[in-house]
């Protein structure tokens, strides 16, 4: 939990920061990395879901430069997992809301993203739904992802979607993520963490790389919370089911690194639902519109 400091340290924290990272423009002005120490002293720790979702088509490349631009340092995806085997980030499970997958391949229905190729994949339009400017983005592959996330010096909230539907994508995911430099001690320390929705999956990935920060997407019954502390660092519920009292029982646990369990919560768009969840004490807020979202909780000192 953090504590609300006045303007003038804020400021004057705000230029330690710029000092200790060495000046780079997303370092300074982005959240800190919980991973590390924390959420920030200024408030919740903000994260750009499936990149700067409100400004730019989801998931994809320009996304997470788009949080860059707007000067945030986390950014949120969505793995699953193409027929011949490729991880690909999309949050969907079939291709027919964020990509031409109707036009180019009309008679694939449902369009799943298990039933195509990653070449076939690679061959749709992802931007367009969202604004003809952004015609010809791509559904990225999760080593692409990775390689643009690395190049912007950002750190990455990665959700494995419905691994039901992809037996050993927990395992995958991993072997991807250390072939592309992210298990190393930088990374898992200071700019990684795995979610899922499913206990297992996330039990799984724990067991697989102990040193690993993990989340499990919901909000389970206080009685049943120790039993998540076993395996994960943090419960991130959506906003809507959570209150002062809950986020007080996870934050009286310690998760599976022996530290204070964490609370993200999620999807946060607005100044009045970002200031309300900040009274209840969350630790972070994954949102589509991480600007009006750091402007309502680290802007407004006076709410």
Known sequence: MYVRPSAAAAAAFLG???????GT??????PRSPAADGPGML????YAHRGASAYAPE???AAVDAALRLGFAWVENDVQRTRDGELVVIHDDTLARTTNAEEVFPDRTPWRVRDFTAAEIAQLDAGSWFDAAYAGARVPTLREYLARVERNRQRLLLEIKKPELYPGIEKQTLEVLDEAGWL???HVQRRLVVQSFSADTVR??????PDLETAFLGTPKVADLPKYAAFTDRINPWHTTITAEWVAAVHGLAGAHGKTMEVDTWIVDDAVTARKVRGMGVDGIITNAPDVVRQAVIGGFAD
Do not use: I, K
């Open 25 to 30: 423009a997303a370092a300074a002005t982005g």
């Open 16 to 22: 330690f920061t710029l000092t200790a990272l060495g």
């Open 59 to 61: 998931n994809t490349l």
């Open 204 to 209: 799984l990935v724990h067991e697989l790389r």
């Open 184 to 186: 190393d001690r930088g």
């Open 43 to 46: 408030g919740p720790v903000v």
